[in-house]
C-alpha cells in the first residue's frame, strides 16, 4: 500500500503523476480548465477577471507560488490593484515568506491607508519575522481604526508580551476582555503573563476563570498545576 500525497489516502498504485487516481483526474481537469486554450480565450476576452479566477483556484489548491504569479499580472495590468496585493500578500504569508508579504500590505497600506485589515495582516507577517516592535505599531492602527474589534488589542498584547513589555501586554488583554467577557483566550494568555511577571496570585485567578468558560480547557489545567 502506498499513501498519496495530496489526499493522503492509501492506495494499491499511485499513477504516474506519483498521486492517485482520484487525484490525477481532478488535476487533468484542473489543467483543462485552467491551463489550457479556453483560459488563453477567457483571458483574451478580460484578462483582469481570467487572472483573478485562475489565482484564486491556485489559492485554494495551495499552489501559492501560480497564484502569486498571476497576481502579479494582475499587478503589471493595473498597478493600483489592492486586491491583488492584498491576496498576493496573502499567498506570500501562506507559503511562509514574510518579508515579501510585509512589502505587499505595505502598498496596500499606500493605496488604502485607513484599510484596518491592510495593517493587521502586515502586523502578523511582522509578528512571524519576529519583528515585534513594528508589530505593535500596525496592531495599534487596527485599534485606531476598529476600537470596538477585539483583533487589534489581542494581537498588540501578544506583540507587547514578545518584547517583554508585561504590563502593556496585561492592559490590551484586559481590554479584549471589556471588549467581549467570553474571549478565553485572553483570559488564558493574561494569565500566562501574569505568571511571567510573578505574579501567581492574578494568573490563578484568570486560569479559574477560563476553567469556568470551559471545565476541559487542557492548557490551562496544566498551567494552573504549573502554579502551585
Ligand atoms: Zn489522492
Redesign the pocket.
Known amino acids: 500500500m502506498q499513501h498519496?500525497p495530496?489526499?493522503r489516502?492509501e492506495v494499491e498504485k499511485l499513477t504516474e503523476l506519483y498521486?492517485?487516481e482520484?487525484?490525477a483526474k481532478e488535476q487533468i481537469l484542473f489543467q483543462q480548465k485552467w491551463e489550457g486554450k479556453a483560459f488563453k480565450e477567457d483571458v483574451e476576452r478580460d484578462p483582469t477577471d481570467a487572472y483573478f479566477k485562475r489565482a484564486f483556484a491556485y489559492m485554494e489548491k495551495g499552489d501559492f507560488n501560480r497564484a502569486i504569479m498571476d497576481f502579479s499580472e494582475l499587478i503589471k495590468l493595473n498597478p493600483n490593484e489592492t486586491e491583488a496585493f492584498s491576496n498576493r500578500g496573502m499567498a506570500y504569508h501562506n507559503k511562509g515568506d514574510f518579508s515579501h508579504a510585509v512589502e505587499d500590505f505595505s502598498e496596500l497600506i499606500k493605496l488604502n491607508p485607513d484599510e484596518a485589515d491592510a495593517y493587521y495582516n502586515r502586523g502578523a507577517a511582522y509578528y512571524e519575522i519576529g519583528d515585534f516592535d513594528h508589530a505593535v505599531d500596525d496592531f495599534a492602527e487596527v485599534i485606531r481604526l476598529t476600537p470596538d474589534d477585539v483583533d487589534g488589542y489581542f494581537h498588540r498584547g501578544l506583540s507587547y508580551r514578545k518584547t517583554g513589555q508585561f504590563d502593556l501586554a496585561i492592559g490590551d488583554f484586559t481590554e479584549v476582555i471589556k471588549i467581549d467577557p467570553s474571549y478565553i483566550h485572553a483570559y488564558f494568555i493574561r494569565g500566562l503573563t501574569y505568571k511571567e511577571r510573578g505574579d501567581s496570585d492574578q494568573a490563578a485567578v484568570d486560569f479559574n476563570e477560563v476553567l469556568k468558560l470551559d471545565p476541559n480547557h487542557g492548557p490551562t489545567k496544566e498551567a494552573l498545576a504549573g502554579l502551585k
Open positions: 498519496c495530496i489526499c489516502k498521486i492517485c482520484d487525484c
